[in-house]
């Protein structure tokens, strides 16, 4: 995409719909914790149209190799390997390049590595939980990690988790900004969690489920999973119309 | 021009510290420093404040597991990325709140007046985002800062329908360059967050 194409009108506002509701009384904590008052909206402005850059020079080597980032040398960390790929677009359907993308999630036991965590699943010493990249020109990323276990959480009396993995994820604008979770294609658990139930459309729900990509897939050494991401784009300016129009 | 379904928001959970601020939280090794822990790289322009807060429930109780980010202007009204921005300010913080008391604290300088797509100029202001076990979508807000006369035609503020809400977007000065800014998310106090 050239540089003249690049629109310069405000972003387009967020579509609720797309979204969990704020208040979603089966995910307990959100009872206490969700605003009451409807958000007030406002065109965007220098602010939220401009945000951090962070260049390539931020990652290190193994920044985006969950197998290795955290291991000892020559020692991995344990479970099934798996290769997490995908494209980061905006909604208007134009790659979004510079992005970076943070990701943390369970090892394979569905143990996280925090002093908040009681689950009696144990740590992996190799496996860390974190891990970040910066998408390509053609809004491309992928990393290397294990496949992290479902887990029991404190809500219900018996709820688990998805299997998941956290995406925390700039675009170039502020307002892009969002933090989401990536589940597994096939997980039983996902349509009985009170956290995924949190939003009211299946279909949004649909496409934070990833698909196996046998394609990618390396024989002898990881699976393949895709997940592409929609950010929020920019709309073209009036005046920008009628010049693409000349 | 096709317009798709933005990806939905999930909840950044209990566990935000380890993808976010893993030093924080003793994951180390792995990168060197955590991403927006200085805001000022050098020889910076303008007043240095800090920016001190908790996070409060509607039972009124600090989230000790939050991450606020923040995002704001240098001290000539301008963002990192725009020609003649000051270049020894991020003007990106992200601070993991304290564990036991919830605080966060950003140390960077009191922002400029920004300008309007509509004409006219913004009160200095910060933009705050906060994630967390039991927050849905990130919610976005704004600090400004006490008796600066800009607020009184800031375009933002003047759409605030309750004008007794425009309060809870104003930090408190505490003592020379200390500001405190609370955030409730429920209440009769509760914090104006924007829809941007």
């Not at chain 1, 688990?160 to 990536?182: D, K, Y």
């Not at chain 2, 995002?71 to 036991?100: E, M, S, V």
């Not at chain 2, 408190?172 to 609370?182: I, L, P, V």
């Given at each position: 995409m050239s540089d003249t194409k690049i629109p310069h009108g405000g972003y387009a506002a967020r579509q609720p719909g797309h979204h969990p509701v704020a208040l979603y009384p089966p995910y307990r904590t959100s009872v206490k914790r969700s605003p009451q008052a409807a958000p007030l909206s406002f065109p965007t402005?220098?602010?939220?149209?401009?945000?951090?850059?962070?260049?390539?020079?931020?990652?290190?080597?193994?920044?985006?190799?969950?197998?290795?980032?955290?291991?000892?040398?020559?020692?991995?960390?344990?479970?099934?390997?798996?290769?997490?790929?995908?494209?980061?677009?905006?909604?208007?359907?134009?790659?979004?390049?510079?992005?970076?993308?943070?990701?943390?999630?369970?090892?394979?036991?569905?143990?996280?590595?925090?002093?908040?965590?009681?689950?009696?699943?144990?740590?992996?010493?190799?496996?860390?939980?974190?891990?970040?990249?910066?998408?390509?020109?053609?809004?491309?990323?992928?990393?290397?990690?294990?496949?992290?276990?479902p887990y029991p959480w404190p809500n219900g009396p018996n709820d688990w988790r998805p299997a998941h993995i956290h995406f925390s994820l700039f675009g170039a604008g502020f307002a892009q900004r969002l933090i989401t979770q990536m589940y597994f294609e096939g997980d039983p658990l996902i349509w009985r969690c009170p956290i995924v139930g949190s939003i009211g459309d299946k279909s949004a729900v649909e496409r934070l489920i990833a698909p196996l990509d046998m394609n990618r897939t390396v024989p002898m050494d990881a699976r393949a999973y895709e997940f592409n991401i929609t950010l929020r784009g920019r709309r073209q300016t009036m005046f920008e119309n009628r010049m693409e129009g000349l | 021009m096709r317009d798709l379904p933005e990806t939905a928001s999930q909840t950044a959970g209990p566990y935000v510290h380890i993808g976010c601020t893993p030093n924080f939280a003793g994951i180390t090794g792995v990168y060197d420093e955590d991403l927006g822990a200085r805001m000022i790289t050098g020889d910076v322009s303008g007043e240095r404040i800090t920016l001190t807060g908790q996070i409060f429930d509607g039972t009124g109780t600090p989230l000790r597991d939050a991450m606020v980010e923040a995002w704001q202007a240098d001290a000539g009204g301008l963002y990192a990325g725009q020609d003649g921005a000051d270049p020894h300010f991020t003007g990106f913080g992200r601070c993991a709140c304290d564990q036991d008391s919830g605080a966060f604290t950003f140390e960077t300088v009191k922002p400029g007046a920004t300008s309007w797509p509509q004409g006219g100029m913004q009160a200095p202001h910060i933009t705050l985002w906060i994630v967390a076990r039991g927050i849905n979508l990130g919610l976005h807000t704004r600090v400004y800062f006490p008796g600066d006369p800009a607020l009184e035609a800031d375009p933002v503020l003047g759409r605030i329908e309750h004008r007794v809400r425009v309060q809870t977007l104003i930090a408190e000065a505490e003592k020379d360059g200390a500001y405190r800014f609370n955030i409730h998310l429920q209440g009769p106090d509760e914090t104006v967050f924007f829809d941007v």
């Amino acid at each position: 995409m050239s540089d003249t194409k690049i629109p310069h009108g405000g972003y387009a506002a967020r579509q609720p719909g797309h979204h969990p509701v704020a208040l979603y009384p089966p995910y307990r904590t959100s009872v206490k914790r969700s605003p009451q008052a409807a958000p007030l909206s406002f065109p965007t402005s220098i602010g939220e149209e401009s945000g951090p850059v962070f260049g390539h020079d931020l990652l290190g080597p193994l920044d985006a190799d969950l197998l290795h980032n955290f291991a000892q040398d020559g020692a991995s960390a344990i479970g099934p390997r798996i290769i997490v790929h995908g494209k980061v677009r905006d909604q208007f359907d134009r790659p979004v390049s510079g992005a970076l993308i943070e990701v943390w999630q369970a090892n394979a036991g569905g143990r996280y590595r925090h002093k908040k965590e009681g689950y009696i699943a144990p740590l992996d010493p190799n496996f860390g939980g974190c891990g970040r990249t910066i998408t390509r020109e053609d809004g491309s990323y992928e990393f290397r990690t294990v496949l992290p276990g479902p887990y029991p959480w404190p809500n219900g009396p018996n709820d688990w988790r998805p299997a998941h993995i956290h995406f925390s994820l700039f675009g170039a604008g502020f307002a892009q900004r969002l933090i989401t979770q990536m589940y597994f294609e096939g997980d039983p658990l996902i349509w009985r969690c009170p956290i995924v139930g949190s939003i009211g459309d299946k279909s949004a729900v649909e496409r934070l489920i990833a698909p196996l990509d046998m394609n990618r897939t390396v024989p002898m050494d990881a699976r393949a999973y895709e997940f592409n991401i929609t950010l929020r784009g920019r709309r073209q300016t009036m005046f920008e119309n009628r010049m693409e129009g000349l | 021009m096709r317009d798709l379904p933005e990806t939905a928001s999930q909840t950044a959970g209990p566990y935000v510290h380890i993808g976010c601020t893993p030093n924080f939280a003793g994951i180390t090794g792995v990168y060197d420093e955590d991403l927006g822990a200085r805001m000022i790289t050098g020889d910076v322009s303008g007043e240095r404040i800090t920016l001190t807060g908790q996070i409060f429930d509607g039972t009124g109780t600090p989230l000790r597991d939050a991450m606020v980010e923040a995002w704001q202007a240098d001290a000539g009204g301008l963002y990192a990325g725009q020609d003649g921005a000051d270049p020894h300010f991020t003007g990106f913080g992200r601070c993991a709140c304290d564990q036991d008391s919830g605080a966060f604290t950003f140390e960077t300088v009191k922002p400029g007046a920004t300008s309007w797509p509509q004409g006219g100029m913004q009160a200095p202001h910060i933009t705050l985002w906060i994630v967390a076990r039991g927050i849905n979508l990130g919610l976005h807000t704004r600090v400004y800062f006490p008796g600066d006369p800009a607020l009184e035609a800031d375009p933002v503020l003047g759409r605030i329908e309750h004008r007794v809400r425009v309060q809870t977007l104003i930090a408190e000065a505490e003592k020379d360059g200390a500001y405190r800014f609370n955030i409730h998310l429920q209440g009769p106090d509760e914090t104006v967050f924007f829809d941007v």
